[in-house]
Structure formats: structure tokens, C-alpha cells
């Protein structure tokens, strides 16, 4: 078992977050679903505090590689979801573990400018670097739970400004640095992600809405989606690497935009009919990639375990 802890891929926290996420998309269609998911959430999240607890040398060298830097942003992520399923049973430590999430995320975001971004290599930026900087917008989705849609507000605009701002910068890195290697590929379809993630933290933590500011957003995460799954699609024929959690959350955020887009328009009389089957679409497509994610990342670990016993 210590193996296997002390192995297990900084990557797992975007399964984690994507499991987490799936939980929440699917709570309309069965709240035991959504458990089953917070449960699996949990688990994998208690894997991962396990090996920053014992092995925090490890965590702290994994953390000088701007790729497994970054993604680390999905343990944060994960705690702020994770906080809001377990609620009923943590009253207002809920609340405190939220707010440590936040905090956590902040140092993460502090931590990877000092070291990555003010001496910036530009082949050395991915895709990665939106969970850092627009990652900390889960706050946003999550601040109704505690009646903190000021604090969601102020983190949403900071979010979204850093979207635009690492829209340009990382586009213009794999525009002008074509040569990627094979286990960072699948991080390209993470750009389906900042977008769709600012759309429900808009929906969920500012009062005054401007719709067609919101319709703007969508039309862009929905290019973006399409980018990112044909992406995905080609690449599900690499062998495995951790980066396939790359294939989760951002697949997951989008079916819950599209999904609560096509909610808040007709919540003001403007019922969008297409919507309905490109959120069913999208819900079917989500839960295929957590799924299939999921598995791999069980039997990579299993593999991984048996061969060091067997060493």
C-alpha cells in the first residue's frame, strides 16, 4: 500500500475533480449518483492527502515541474466541491474548509508566479496553467453554499481577466512552439475548461447578469469544447499517462454551463430548445471520459503496486 501512495500520480486530483463535478452535473437525475461520486471523490482525495502526509518530499519535488505544479490546482478545486458534499454532516466546519481551500489555492497561485511566471519559458507553458490562475473560480460556483456570493463575485472577476490574460499567452505557445511531447498532448484539452468554469461562476456568484456577456462567454466555450473533444478523441489512442486527467473536468464544467445556460434563459422567458440535447450530449460525453479516466487510472495503480511488490 505504501507503494502505491507514494506513486500515485499529482494528476489524480483532476480525476478527483472531475468525479467530484460529475456528482453535481448528474444530482438532478439521481442524488444517490452524486454520492456514489462525492464517495469515489473522497477516496481518491484521501489517496492523494496520504501521500502530501508521507511522503512530502516527494510532493515538493513533483512541485518543481511547472505541468504537476499547475495541476495541483485540482487538489484545491476538489476540497472546495468536496466541502459542499459533506455539509450535512460537517455544519459550519464546512465552512472553514472551504475557506482553507480557497487559501490553499491562493498559495498555489502565489507560489507558481514567483517560480514559473516571472522568469517565464515559453515551452514551458501548457494548458495546465488556466486550472493555477481561473481554477480558484470554484469558489464562485460554491460561494452560494454559504451565503458568500460576495467573496464568489470578487474571485470570478479575478478569474476571468486572468482567462483573457493566459488565453493569449498560451495560444501564442502552442502557435509558436508546435513540439509537444506525447504525455503532455492530452493537456491541450483543458482549454475546454476556463470558460465553461467562468460561465457557472458568473451564473452562480454575480447578482447583476448581463446575458449577452453570458451568451458571449458560451459562444467561445462552445468552440473551444468542440477544439478540446476532437482533441481528446484522436488522443484516446496514446498509451496511458497521467495527463489523461486532462480528459475529465473540463468535459464535466461544460455539460454544467451548458446546463445551467440553458436554465437561467429560461428562468427569464427565453427557452433555447436545442439546448436540451446539447446538455444531454454533453452529460453522456462527460460521464464516457470520467469513466473510462477513472478505470485507467485504477488499473495504472494497481499495475504500478504489483510490479514494486514483485521487485
Known amino acids: 500500500m505504501g507503494n502505491m501512495i507514494k506513486k500515485i500520480p499529482i494528476p489524480l486530483c483532476g480525476v478527483m475533480l472531475g468525479t467530484a463535478a460529475l456528482g453535481n452535473l448528474l444530482q438532478s437525475y439521481s442524488e444517490g449518483i452524486r454520492y456514489i461520486c462525492g464517495g469515489i471523490a473522497g477516496f481518491l482525495f484521501m489517496l492523494v492527502l496520504l501521500k502530501l502526509l508521507l511522503y512530502p518530499e516527494v510532493v515538493r519535488e513533483d512541485l518543481k515541474n511547472p505541468i504537476l505544479a499547475s495541476v495541483a490546482g485540482a487538489f484545491s478545486m476538489s476540497l472546495m466541491l468536496l466541502s459542499v458534499y459533506f455539509k450535512p454532516w460537517l455544519g459550519a466546519a464546512a465552512y472553514g474548509i472551504w475557506l482553507l481551500a480557497i487559501g490553499l489555492h491562493i498559495l498555489l497561485i502565489l507560489y507558481f508566479t514567483v517560480k514559473f511566471i516571472v522568469k517565464l519559458h515559453m515551452p514551458k507553458v501548457f494548458a495546465s496553467y488556466y486550472i493555477v490562475y481561473v481554477g480558484i473560480v470554484t469558489a464562485s460556483v460554491t460561494a452560494p453554499s454559504y451565503e458568500r456570493e460576495d467573496v464568489g ?159
Open 153 to 311: 463575485n470578487v474571485i470570478f472577476w479575478f478569474g476571468f481577466i486572468s482567462l483573457i490574460l493566459l488565453l493569449v499567452l498560451i495560444t501564442i505557445r502552442y502557435i509558436k512552439y508546435r513540439e509537444i511531447g506525447e504525455s503532455e498532448k492530452p493537456l491541450i484539452c483543458i482549454y475546454a475548461a476556463p470558460f465553461n468554469l467562468c460561465i457557472v461562476g458568473y451564473l452562480q456568484s454575480v447578482e447583476q447578469k448581463n446575458y449577452e456577456f453570458l451568451m458571449g462567454m458560451f459562444i467561445v466555450a462552445s468552440i473551444l469544447y468542440v477544439f478540446a473533444l476532437v482533441k481528446a478523441v484522436s488522443y484516446l489512442r496514446l498509451p496511458f499517462y497521467p495527463s489523461y486527467a486532462s480528459f475529465t473536468f473540463p468535459f464535466v464544467i461544460s455539460a454544467t454551463a451548458a446546463k445551467q445556460i440553458m436554465n437561467a434563459f429560461a428562468d427569464r422567458g427565453d427557452v433555447i430548445p436545442y439546448l436540451q440535447y446539447v446538455v444531454l450530449i454533453e452529460t453522456i460525453i462527460a460521464t464516457i471520459f470520467v469513466v473510462y479516466t477513472l478505470i485507467r487510472f485504477l488499473w495504472f495503480l494497481s499495475v504500478r503496486t504489483w510490479n514494486c511488490q514483485k521487485m
